[in-house]
Each structure stands twice: as C-alpha cells, then as structure tokens.
C-alpha cells in the first residue's frame, strides 16, 4: 500500500493522452501531481490516502484551458452589445477603459472571472490586460493557473505611458513570478496594428533570451488586413514573418482571415492558434479555418475572447460552438470531431501556452489540473458516448469539482478560495458607477 | 381590489409586444390567462392573489417556444455523431428507429425531452415524429404546450404503411384533439424528397378546410436541392410553391439554400421559416440567411431540431447560437441583435405555429406562458441590458420557473407534473438496450 494525498475514483476517465475513455478509473494524487492512473476496482489495493472521492456519475477530464481571454473586462459584460466593432471599441469600451480601468477595476474584474470560469471548468487562462500585476495577485490567491500577458501597446493608458515603460514593467512583473508555480507570463504585444515595429523588435531581442509565449491579436478581421495591406505594403503575418516572430512562441489569436500559403506557413513555423469562435461571430470578424489549419498540422487552441465580447467565459459552450461551427465552414460533418475540440481546450491550450509538460492531460508526472462533469442530468442522458455528451450536451452547470495543482478549488459546485457573495457585491459596485456614465443607458 | 390567481412580481419583465423592458413590474394571472401587468409598487393595492410571487433578481420573458424538435429522438442523443448526413441517417438513425420505434419509446423520449426543454424555458415545442399519439398524451399529462405533428411520408415505417394511412390517423388524432387547450397540431409532410405529389395535394385538399400549420423540412442541404433539380428539373421549393404549398401555413424547416429570389418569394407568401442553427451546423447543412429573411420582412421563428443533431433541446442556447451566427452570416455585428433573437424564440415561434393569438408575449389575455431567468449569478453579472444577459450570457441553469397557462411546471428549478427521476431510470433502460445494439459501440 502507498500513500499518497488524494484518490479520485471516476464513472468515466477522458485522459486525452492517449485518445478515448476509460471507465471506472480512479487517479492517485500527490503533492499536486498525478502519480497514477489506474482500474478502479484496483485502487485500494494500490493506494490509501486521507482524501477519496467518488464520482459514480462523472466524467473526469483535464481542466479546461483559456487561452485567450481579457478576464477583468468580466465587469464589461453585456455594456453595449450589437454594434459594429469601431463603434463599440471607440464609443463605448475604449472610454469605459480610460475611465474605469485601474488596479482595483482589475482586481475585482478578475476575481469575478476566476468564479465564472472555475466554476465551468477552465483551471488555467491566458490573460492580456492592463495591470498585469494585479492580474497576477488574485490568480495567486485563489490558487488559479494563470498565464498573465506582459502588455505592450504604443499608445500611452493609466498603466503606462511608452512602450518602454510597458516592457519594463513587464520583465519586472516576470521577475517577480520567477518562483511561482501557478502563474506564469507571456509577452502580450496587443496587435500589429497598435504595436509598431521598434517595440516589437525589442520585444523579440528580450525574448531570446527570455524564451516566453507571444500572444497577441493577429487577423482578427478583414479591415485589419486591408488596412495594414494599404498602409505597410504587407499583410500583418508577413510583416510579423519579417520581423522573426512567426515562430514557435506566437500565440496568434483569432485568425479569421488566412490564405492558404498562410495556413501552411502558419503551420510550418510551428506557431499557435487561439481559435475563439463566439467573439469572432459577435463581431462578425469572420470564421477561423479552424479545420484546414489542423489539416495542416498547425497547433489550434480555444479560447473565450473577453466577456465583453461573447459574453460569457464557458469554455465548455466555446468547445460547442467550435465544434459546430467547424464542420459548416469545412462543409464536412466529420471536421473537429467532439474528442478533438476537447483536445484543442485542453492540450492544444497547454502545448500554446508552453505548458504542456505540466498541463492538458491526464498523465503520470502532470499537475493535477482536473475537472468533473456530472452527466447524470436529463441534458445528457442517455450517455452513449462521454465526450459527444461533453463537447455536445454538457453545461457549465454539471460541472461539479475542479482542481488546481492537487487543490480543490470547487467542491460540489461551491468555490473553496474565493468569497463569491463578496466578489458579486463588488461587481455591482462597479455596475452602479460603469452604467450611470455609460451613454448608452 | 380585484380577486385573482397568481400575482407574479420581477425584477425585469421583457414583454416583447412592445419591445423593451419594464423594471419592477407584476403581472396578475386569473384561470391561466394574463390580466394585468403594471409596476410592482401598484400591484398589491389593486390586486389580491392566493398565490404571490416575488422574483427579485429575475427577467421574466414568454416561455420559449421551440418551432421544431424531433422530441422522441432525445433517447438517440449522442448516439452517432461526427458522421456525414448520410451515413449518420442510413447506417445509425433509421436502423436505430426501424428497431426501436415504437408507442412506449415515443412515450418515454417525450418525457425525457420535456424534462430538458421545461426546465431550460421552453413552454411550447412543435413537434415531428411517429405516432402522436403518444406525444401529445404526454404532454396533455405534463400540461405542457405542443403542436404535434401529422407526420406523413412516403415509406412505410412502424406507424403507418401507406401515405394514406398516414393521413388517415393523423385526422383522426386532430378530431381527438379538437377539445384540448395545450395540444394542437400541424401537418407535417416529411420533407420535398420524402413525399411525393400525389400526398402532397392530397394533404393540400385537407388543409383547405382544415387550416392547419404545414411544418415541414425544406431546402435542408445543397445535397438536397441539387438532387431534386436532377430528378425533377425544379428546386424543392418551386415545386412546393407548384403545388400552391406556399403560402402562410407553411412552416418551413432549415431552408440553408436560398437564392434571393426565394427569399423574396417566402417573403411575400406570408410562409414561415424555422431556423435550427445547432443542427445546420453539426451536419454540416449550411447557413440560412436569417439576417436576409428578417429584412425581406419573413417571420423567422427558431427550433432545436432532434437532439440526436444538436445534440440538446435548449432554446437559450439556440438563441445565443442564432445571434452570433446571423452576425458572421450577414457580415454585420449589428445583424440579428439580442431583442430580435428573443422574440424569434417566442412572438414568430408562436406566429409560426398559428398559436401568437395565445402565446409568444405578454401581454394581456394571452395565456400565462411564462419563464422566470435568475440573472444574480456571476455568468450574467453585471447586469446593464438584460436581454443581453439573456441572449448571450444565460444558461438553462439560471431558469427557476416556469408557467404553461397559468400553470406552475418549473417551481424553483423542481418538476411539478413529472416524475424525474423515474423519467431518468426508463432512458437509462433505452439506453442498455439501444447501445448493445448499435454497431458503433
């Protein structure tokens, strides 16, 4: 007999390395890592631990990865909607930001993030914010995985006035978190229209060294490359290729709009793709093709936009729509097949984010990044198959647990590190002061 | 100080006939029907209700009405996915259906769906399946709203052998019916390519006295189309409209292909169309021009097609999907805005069905159809437009009541009229049954 810290015994086991269900299995944890995977009918012969837990009804799988979202402009959410993007982003949220934007904004906006997305399952986000910091503190107090985007923009906002000052507030940042083990950092240069190319390539010098993801907004609509195309002589990708950043490092977020010489370059520089379908239809940016970029071998991942764009942070309802969404644009009914949009919202998210020896699947070695569906609802009964019930059927709802690192952060649908009464208190705070300045209202 | 049944306070009622919101307003409900809505403040001195009910954090809108569903077919869900049409319908579906198919499985699926579809919203679904019997004894037995469909089809199956006899059980099942308030139906010819001229007048002939709702499958996929132009030298709806089918009863399904002559043409002919954006996606149909419909002034109503193409029955989140996706469609991130959304979830669901005489809005002497969403939860939190939360941000999970006439079938999130857990055991039983006989597992 070992003892070890945790046994969770599942109904079903989808470990997405390698491919498919286990049923009735049970996962050994220790000190926050996955020692074991093995029959459930075997493990108490194998191990004993203070903590059992059994899901009789449950699908275990490995928590869900974000990997792009904004999370403080959770406080955004719904502030104007239906417009086109140059209204919205001009009209309405850019002077919402420089009004409102700052640490405490952040802070706060962040927390009540943390509790929508725990609670439907995303244990890890990649974030581009302002105030990156404070991004940071909250993640590390709620035991939240984060990747926090050291921003870099060249225009001047309450965060900081030069792209200089962006970097270094930034390497600072990422010194800073040298010794964390659930918040890490990536360089968020915000878009290659609103980054020029001196920053840039100062950017790309430190990261020689530094080594950390790029993520940063690339073809997210048709104007943006005209525009750019009009402007520079170049498309963006090109320009970025150019300056040396098509390259396993870039996180290039929504897509929507690739030729296919760039779909193959894409893919032969080993870079990823943040595919976030709700924002991209609400914004009628375009669709992503999501399906030829996996065909060609490229590395797509999910991810939720803000939730000033969606609205919401459901990685689960993001995996849906992708799912769907894919077979019409590819006209194929057998594109992104259920097990593969899991895949993309789990290891692909992991494998963008530089994480994937630590995270995306339920491996032997891997931090115990987990999350439990309870599949025993009306909504996904009969159960034929777990992972179509998942990816088709399944709401942030049945999510039950969730763990971080071998720490249980949601125990039967309620969070264990965070105040929710507290952080919804403070939303409307700020719901109060954001709507009676909103013209719109 | 007027006697009445139920008096219902909210926090937000959406009324959709006229559009926009009330704040704090009640509504007075006697024998099933609305009497009154006036502010909260003003409704205890002019009304006395046994039965008070405070909904302080919630948006009360219509019940939803779900304008196409295959409810039986719920047992089927995630039965086969990720397959081409084909060989989803020929190899899965109907092989499943030739041996499963039955009154009992009819009875049964069509609770489980009512489950689903009570506890998300919908009030009222419009249904297409074999013996209707059995739906519609089901939900005169739940108190739920239908419009069962006379299914009529070329081939023989279990429930009839010759179109004739189709046509023959479903009068005598609408003279059964002529006396139930919830239950109504519609014709329901399968689809162009599964009825042939002959049923089709006939079924017209029937209709000229009858007037009933025609729902019927039109200009689902390319495939579809193309195949009807090679056989019969006309696209399906030119011979619908040859054979004076089009016209204001017809309620037609899908409609993915649509030159825009066709859409002008369904415009003018007063007919219906019921988009199921979920469905066209996963199978790979297409996409309807929802936002082209609209404006060429056509009702557009919105359905959850079967769950075994969707794979649930939840209106909330079709009506999330069908906002995003019109945007893309269209080009436009103003097409197809949250409030349009909700009322093709409701007002043209009813219209559609020939039922916006009795439900879709709330307005008085309507029937009191009514859905309560509790919009407190940090998913929809802040709140600055609450039918941006609804469409966008809301889950079926927030719904925590429900009124069909007047009647209470969702009380705090619990059935009132079914037996849940024993609706669960009989899928569960299906579900032994269908898996060991399906080749795919």
Redesign the interface.
Known sequence: MINTDILIRARWIVPIEPDGVLENHAVAIQSGRIVDIVPSDEIATKYRAPEVIDLPHHALIPGLVNAHTHAAMT?F???A?????MD?LQNHIWPAEAKWVNPEFVRDGTE?AA??ML??GTTCFSDMYFFPEDTARACLEIGMRAVVGLILIDFPTAYAQTPDEYLHKGIALHDDLRAAELVTTAFAPHAPYTVSDGPLTKLRTLNDELNLPLHMHVHETAHEVAEATRVTGQRPLARLAALNLLQPNLVAVHMTQLTDAEIESVARSGASVVHCP?S????????CPVHKLLQAGANVALGTDG?AS???L?ML?EMR?A???A??V??????L??HLALRMATLNGAKALGLDDRIGSIVRGKSADLVAIDL?A????????PI??IV??A???QVTDVWVHGKRLVADRALTTLD?AA??RK??N??EK??GA?KR?
């Open positions: 406080l959410r719904g502030l909607d239906d417009l086109p993007l919205w009540l509790v929508e609670k439907s709700a991209n239809l609400k914004l009628a940016s375009g669709f939730a969606n609205d919401n459901d309802g729509i799912a769907l969404l077979k019409a590819a006209a194929d009914a057998t594109a097949p259920a025993s009306a909504d996904t009964q009969p159960v034929y198959n179509s019930q088709y059927a709401g942030r709802e929710e952080v919804l939303a409307k700020w719901q954001i709507a909103d209202r």
